[in-house]
Protein backbone atom coordinates (compact mmCIF):
# COMPACT_ATOMS: atom_id res chain seq x y z
CA UNK A 1 0.00 0.00 0.00
CA UNK A 2 1.41 3.20 -0.85
CA UNK A 3 1.87 6.15 1.83
CA UNK A 4 -0.89 8.09 -0.68
CA UNK A 5 -3.59 5.30 -0.25
CA UNK A 6 -2.30 4.22 3.64
CA UNK A 7 -5.37 4.97 5.90
CA UNK A 8 -5.01 8.40 7.82
CA UNK A 9 -4.69 6.98 11.32
CA UNK A 10 -2.32 4.46 9.80
CA UNK A 11 0.11 6.81 8.73
CA UNK A 12 -0.30 9.39 11.88
CA UNK A 13 0.62 5.51 14.12
CA UNK A 14 3.77 4.68 12.37
CA UNK A 15 4.45 8.83 12.18
CA UNK A 16 4.18 8.81 16.36
CA UNK A 17 6.17 5.37 16.57
CA UNK A 18 9.00 6.34 14.23
CA UNK A 19 9.57 9.64 15.68
CA UNK A 20 12.27 8.22 18.12
CA UNK A 21 14.24 7.45 15.19
CA UNK A 22 14.06 11.41 13.94
CA UNK A 23 15.75 12.41 17.23
CA UNK A 24 18.62 9.72 16.89
CA UNK A 25 18.77 10.75 13.33
CA UNK A 26 19.65 14.40 14.17
CA UNK A 27 21.18 13.96 17.47
CA UNK A 28 24.12 11.83 14.98
CA UNK A 29 24.16 14.24 12.57
CA UNK A 30 25.15 17.31 15.39
CA UNK A 31 27.39 14.64 17.73
CA UNK A 32 29.16 13.95 14.21
CA UNK A 33 29.75 17.61 13.33
CA UNK A 34 27.90 17.65 9.85
CA UNK A 35 25.77 21.10 10.23
CA UNK A 36 29.40 22.74 11.21
CA UNK A 37 31.43 20.57 8.10
CA UNK A 38 29.30 21.93 5.53
CA UNK A 39 29.54 25.24 6.60
CA UNK A 40 32.74 25.21 6.38
CA UNK A 41 33.11 23.79 3.02
CA UNK A 42 32.53 19.73 3.26
CA UNK A 43 29.85 19.82 0.75
CA UNK A 44 30.46 16.04 -1.05
CA UNK A 45 29.90 12.97 0.81
CA UNK A 46 33.19 11.41 0.37
CA UNK A 47 34.65 14.71 2.16
CA UNK A 48 32.15 15.72 4.36
CA UNK A 49 32.65 11.30 5.93
CA UNK A 50 36.19 11.97 5.71
CA UNK A 51 36.16 14.99 7.90
CA UNK A 52 33.82 13.67 10.11
CA UNK A 53 35.38 10.34 10.29
CA UNK A 54 32.53 8.57 9.06
CA UNK A 55 31.17 5.48 7.16
CA UNK A 56 30.66 6.99 3.83
CA UNK A 57 27.44 4.91 2.67
CA UNK A 58 26.49 5.58 6.18
CA UNK A 59 26.56 9.49 5.59
CA UNK A 60 25.10 9.23 2.21
CA UNK A 61 22.04 7.60 3.53
CA UNK A 62 21.95 10.20 6.96
CA UNK A 63 21.41 12.67 4.86
CA UNK A 64 18.99 11.50 2.43
CA UNK A 65 16.72 11.34 5.60
CA UNK A 66 17.27 14.40 6.58
CA UNK A 67 17.23 16.57 3.81
CA UNK A 68 13.62 14.77 3.82
CA UNK A 69 13.38 15.96 7.32
CA UNK A 70 13.90 19.92 6.45
CA UNK A 71 17.75 19.60 8.46
CA UNK A 72 20.02 19.87 4.72
CA UNK A 73 19.41 20.32 1.64
CA UNK A 74 21.01 19.16 -1.78
CA UNK A 75 22.99 21.50 -3.58
CA UNK A 76 22.59 21.51 -8.06
CA UNK A 77 26.12 20.08 -8.38
CA UNK A 78 25.51 16.92 -5.84
CA UNK A 79 26.31 18.45 -2.97
CA UNK A 80 24.75 19.56 0.83
CA UNK A 81 24.30 22.48 2.56
CA UNK A 82 22.57 23.48 5.80
CA UNK A 83 19.01 24.88 6.37
CA UNK A 84 17.74 27.41 8.80
CA UNK A 85 17.29 24.05 10.69
CA UNK A 86 20.89 22.79 10.53
CA UNK A 87 22.42 25.72 10.64
CA UNK A 88 20.78 25.73 14.65
CA UNK A 89 22.72 22.54 15.15
CA UNK A 90 26.47 24.09 14.48
CA UNK A 91 28.49 23.96 17.33
CA UNK A 92 27.98 28.05 17.99
CA UNK A 93 26.64 30.20 20.99
CA UNK A 94 23.21 30.53 20.46
CA UNK A 95 22.76 27.44 18.59
CA UNK A 96 20.46 24.74 19.79
CA UNK A 97 24.01 21.91 19.32
CA UNK A 98 23.79 21.60 23.14
CA UNK A 99 20.02 21.01 23.28
CA UNK A 100 19.89 18.44 20.81
CA UNK A 101 23.25 16.45 22.28
CA UNK A 102 21.41 16.56 26.03
CA UNK A 103 18.45 15.12 24.46
CA UNK A 104 19.76 12.81 22.36
CA UNK A 105 21.74 11.30 24.94
CA UNK A 106 20.84 11.57 28.49
CA UNK A 107 17.15 12.33 27.95
CA UNK A 108 16.99 9.75 25.90
CA UNK A 109 18.03 6.91 28.14
CA UNK A 110 15.81 8.32 30.44
CA UNK A 111 12.86 8.24 28.27
CA UNK A 112 13.68 4.54 27.21
CA UNK A 113 11.85 4.03 30.93
CA UNK A 114 9.32 6.05 30.38
CA UNK A 115 6.84 3.22 31.01
CA UNK A 116 8.44 2.27 34.71
CA UNK A 117 7.81 6.68 34.90
CA UNK A 118 4.16 6.39 34.43
CA UNK A 119 3.54 2.93 35.92
CA UNK A 120 5.81 3.41 39.02
CA UNK A 121 5.76 7.60 39.64
CA UNK A 122 9.97 6.79 39.60
CA UNK A 123 11.93 9.09 36.93
CA UNK A 124 13.27 7.37 34.42
CA UNK A 125 16.49 9.23 34.67
CA UNK A 126 17.20 7.38 38.29
CA UNK A 127 16.35 4.19 36.45
CA UNK A 128 18.94 5.21 33.52
CA UNK A 129 21.40 6.66 35.31
CA UNK A 130 21.05 5.16 39.60
CA UNK A 131 21.10 9.16 40.67
CA UNK A 132 18.73 12.10 40.25
CA UNK A 133 19.46 14.58 37.75
CA UNK A 134 20.77 16.93 39.96
CA UNK A 135 23.22 14.55 41.27
CA UNK A 136 24.22 13.84 38.02
CA UNK A 137 24.64 16.94 37.17
CA UNK A 138 26.88 17.70 40.15
CA UNK A 139 29.04 15.16 39.97
CA UNK A 140 29.84 15.63 36.46
CA UNK A 141 31.23 18.84 35.63
CA UNK A 142 31.24 18.38 31.78
CA UNK A 143 27.36 17.40 31.39
CA UNK A 144 26.53 20.01 34.10
CA UNK A 145 28.29 22.76 31.75
CA UNK A 146 26.73 21.32 28.46
CA UNK A 147 23.13 21.07 30.65
CA UNK A 148 23.54 24.58 31.48
CA UNK A 149 24.51 25.65 27.76
CA UNK A 150 21.49 23.79 26.68
CA UNK A 151 18.89 25.62 29.49
CA UNK A 152 20.70 29.18 27.55
CA UNK A 153 19.96 27.68 24.06
CA UNK A 154 16.32 27.08 24.82
CA UNK A 155 15.73 30.59 26.40
CA UNK A 156 17.59 32.15 23.11
CA UNK A 157 15.29 30.25 21.03
CA UNK A 158 11.93 30.49 23.09
CA UNK A 159 10.53 33.10 24.97
CA UNK A 160 13.44 34.99 27.24
CA UNK A 161 13.71 38.13 24.32
CA UNK A 162 9.51 38.61 24.60
CA UNK A 163 9.64 38.85 28.62
CA UNK A 164 11.07 42.98 28.69
CA UNK A 165 8.85 43.44 25.26
CA UNK A 166 5.81 42.35 27.51
CA UNK A 167 7.06 43.29 30.93
CA UNK A 168 7.88 46.70 31.90
CA UNK A 169 11.34 46.74 33.99
CA UNK A 170 12.44 50.28 33.20
CA UNK A 171 12.00 51.65 37.00
CA UNK A 172 13.53 48.60 38.86
CA UNK A 173 16.65 49.27 40.47
CA UNK A 174 16.93 45.87 41.90
CA UNK A 175 16.20 42.54 40.02
CA UNK A 176 16.75 39.07 41.82
CA UNK A 177 16.79 35.92 39.60
CA UNK A 178 16.65 32.88 42.18
CA UNK A 179 18.21 29.26 40.67
CA UNK A 180 18.89 31.94 37.43
CA UNK A 181 21.24 29.29 35.64
CA UNK A 182 22.90 30.14 32.95
CA UNK A 183 21.96 34.05 33.71
CA UNK A 184 20.31 34.35 30.26
CA UNK A 185 17.18 35.80 31.63
CA UNK A 186 19.16 38.33 34.30
CA UNK A 187 20.60 39.85 31.56
CA UNK A 188 18.02 40.10 29.30
CA UNK A 189 16.04 42.03 32.26
CA UNK A 190 18.57 44.07 32.91
CA UNK A 191 19.16 45.28 29.52
CA UNK A 192 15.64 46.83 29.86
CA UNK A 193 16.42 48.29 33.15
CA UNK A 194 19.26 50.42 32.82
CA UNK A 195 19.96 51.77 36.25
CA UNK A 196 19.12 48.18 37.90
CA UNK A 197 21.71 45.45 39.49
CA UNK A 198 21.20 41.90 39.34
CA UNK A 199 21.82 39.59 41.97
CA UNK A 200 21.50 35.65 40.56
CA UNK A 201 21.22 32.81 43.40
CA UNK A 202 21.93 29.47 42.18
CA UNK A 203 24.38 26.28 42.97
CA UNK A 204 27.95 26.82 43.27
CA UNK A 205 28.65 24.72 39.37
CA UNK A 206 26.21 26.39 37.45
CA UNK A 207 27.92 29.95 38.24
CA UNK A 208 30.65 29.96 35.84
CA UNK A 209 28.51 29.93 32.95
CA UNK A 210 26.31 32.71 34.35
CA UNK A 211 29.37 34.88 35.04
CA UNK A 212 30.46 34.19 31.46
CA UNK A 213 26.99 35.10 30.03
CA UNK A 214 26.98 38.25 32.08
CA UNK A 215 30.71 39.30 31.06
CA UNK A 216 29.40 39.48 27.58
CA UNK A 217 26.28 41.14 27.57
CA UNK A 218 25.66 43.73 30.69
CA UNK A 219 28.90 42.98 32.26
CA UNK A 220 29.76 41.47 35.96
CA UNK A 221 29.94 45.08 37.57
CA UNK A 222 26.07 44.97 37.26
CA UNK A 223 25.17 41.58 38.41
CA UNK A 224 26.79 39.65 42.06
CA UNK A 225 26.54 36.04 41.65
CA UNK A 226 25.66 33.90 45.06
CA UNK A 227 26.47 30.30 45.28
CA UNK A 228 23.52 29.02 47.35
CA UNK A 229 20.61 27.04 47.50
CA UNK A 230 17.18 28.75 47.25
CA UNK A 231 15.13 26.80 49.95
CA UNK A 232 18.15 27.90 52.64
CA UNK A 233 20.22 30.24 51.48
CA UNK A 234 19.56 33.78 52.40
CA UNK A 235 17.47 35.61 49.68
CA UNK A 236 17.91 39.50 49.24
CA UNK A 237 15.23 41.51 50.99
CA UNK A 238 13.10 44.55 49.16
CA UNK A 239 14.17 43.79 45.75
CA UNK A 240 11.88 45.21 42.77
CA UNK A 241 11.37 41.80 40.54
CA UNK A 242 12.21 38.38 41.96
CA UNK A 243 12.42 35.86 38.87
CA UNK A 244 11.91 32.56 39.13
CA UNK A 245 12.12 30.68 35.45
CA UNK A 246 11.36 27.57 34.99
CA UNK A 247 11.82 25.82 38.42
CA UNK A 248 8.53 25.24 40.43
CA UNK A 249 8.43 22.44 37.31
CA UNK A 250 10.87 20.49 39.09
CA UNK A 251 9.58 20.63 42.57
CA UNK A 252 6.08 19.14 44.47
CA UNK A 253 3.49 21.51 45.59
CA UNK A 254 4.74 21.22 49.19
CA UNK A 255 8.26 22.27 48.33
CA UNK A 256 7.14 24.96 45.81
CA UNK A 257 4.61 26.54 48.69
CA UNK A 258 7.81 26.06 50.79
CA UNK A 259 10.10 28.54 48.49
CA UNK A 260 7.28 30.65 47.27
CA UNK A 261 6.83 31.83 50.89
CA UNK A 262 10.41 32.33 51.63
CA UNK A 263 10.46 34.52 48.15
CA UNK A 264 7.23 36.75 50.21
CA UNK A 265 9.26 36.78 52.54
CA UNK A 266 11.92 38.87 51.48
CA UNK A 267 9.77 40.86 49.53
CA UNK A 268 8.49 44.15 50.14
CA UNK A 269 5.09 45.75 49.66
CA UNK A 270 6.09 47.05 46.34
CA UNK A 271 8.11 44.10 45.02
CA UNK A 272 6.61 41.63 42.37
CA UNK A 273 7.41 38.06 41.60
CA UNK A 274 8.07 36.73 37.76
CA UNK A 275 7.17 33.28 37.39
CA UNK A 276 7.71 31.71 33.75
CA UNK A 277 6.34 28.50 33.12
CA UNK A 278 4.81 26.63 30.49
CA UNK A 279 1.07 26.75 31.81
CA UNK A 280 -0.92 23.31 30.83
CA UNK A 281 -4.48 24.32 28.93
CA UNK A 282 -6.52 21.58 29.50
CA UNK A 283 -8.94 20.89 26.71
CA UNK A 284 -6.85 23.19 24.33
CA UNK A 285 -4.56 23.70 21.47
CA UNK A 286 -1.01 23.58 22.72
CA UNK A 287 1.68 20.65 22.21
CA UNK A 288 4.91 21.89 24.25
CA UNK A 289 3.17 22.18 27.47
CA UNK A 290 1.54 18.61 27.78
CA UNK A 291 4.98 17.03 26.43
CA UNK A 292 7.48 19.12 28.76
CA UNK A 293 5.28 18.38 31.52
CA UNK A 294 5.37 14.45 30.85
CA UNK A 295 9.16 15.43 30.15
CA UNK A 296 9.93 16.41 33.71
CA UNK A 297 7.76 13.53 35.32
CA UNK A 298 10.37 11.47 33.73
CA UNK A 299 13.98 13.48 34.16
CA UNK A 300 13.15 14.74 37.49
CA UNK A 301 9.45 13.85 38.70
CA UNK A 302 8.38 17.32 38.33
CA UNK A 303 5.23 18.66 36.31
CA UNK A 304 3.82 21.45 34.31
CA UNK A 305 0.60 22.93 36.13
CA UNK A 306 -2.52 24.27 35.21
CA UNK A 307 -3.58 28.04 35.51
CA UNK A 308 -6.03 26.57 38.44
CA UNK A 309 -2.82 24.77 40.44
CA UNK A 310 -0.59 27.56 40.26
CA UNK A 311 -3.09 30.10 41.26
CA UNK A 312 -3.62 27.28 44.10
CA UNK A 313 0.15 27.29 45.15
CA UNK A 314 0.08 31.66 45.51
CA UNK A 315 -3.36 31.28 47.52
CA UNK A 316 -1.05 28.60 49.71
CA UNK A 317 2.07 31.58 49.74
CA UNK A 318 0.30 34.58 50.74
CA UNK A 319 0.53 35.87 46.89
CA UNK A 320 -2.26 37.22 44.32
CA UNK A 321 -1.67 36.81 40.61
CA UNK A 322 -1.91 40.69 39.09
CA UNK A 323 -1.54 39.30 35.75
CA UNK A 324 -0.95 36.86 33.22
CA UNK A 325 1.62 37.61 30.37
CA UNK A 326 1.47 35.60 27.28
CA UNK A 327 4.95 34.30 25.73
CA UNK A 328 6.09 32.51 22.83
CA UNK A 329 6.37 29.08 22.42
CA UNK A 330 3.08 28.28 25.12
CA UNK A 331 5.27 29.86 27.91
CA UNK A 332 3.31 32.05 30.69
CA UNK A 333 4.49 34.53 33.02
CA UNK A 334 2.51 34.99 36.05
CA UNK A 335 3.15 38.09 37.70
CA UNK A 336 2.48 37.61 41.45
CA UNK A 337 2.46 39.94 44.31
CA UNK A 338 2.22 40.38 48.15
CA UNK A 339 -1.11 39.11 49.04
CA UNK A 340 -2.78 42.84 50.92
Sequence with gaps: MSPETAPPASRTAI?????????????AAAKLGLPDLLAEGHTGVPDLARAAGADEGAVRRLLRLLVRLGVFEEDPDGGYRNTAVGDLLRDRPGSLRDVCLLY???????WGHASETFRTGTPGFEKAYG?????????????????????QAQANNFAFDAVP?????HADRHVVDIAGGSGQLLATVLSAAPEARGTLLDLEHTLPIARAHLE??????????VAGDMFTSPLPEGADTYLLSRVLGDWSDDDCVRLLKRVRGAMAEHSRLVVIELVVQDGQDGLLAPLWD????????????????????????ELSVERLVRLPMEATALVLTPRR
Excluded at 15 to 27: C, E, F, K, P, R
Excluded at 216 to 225: H, I, K, V
Excluded at 298 to 317: D, I, K
Design 15 to 27: NLITAAWHTQSVY
Design 165 to 169: KEIDF
Design 131 to 151: QSLVSYLHDDADAAARFQRAM
Design 216 to 225: RTTGTDRATL
Design 104 to 110: GEEFYQA
Design 294 to 317: LHLMVVNGGHQRTLGEYRALTERS
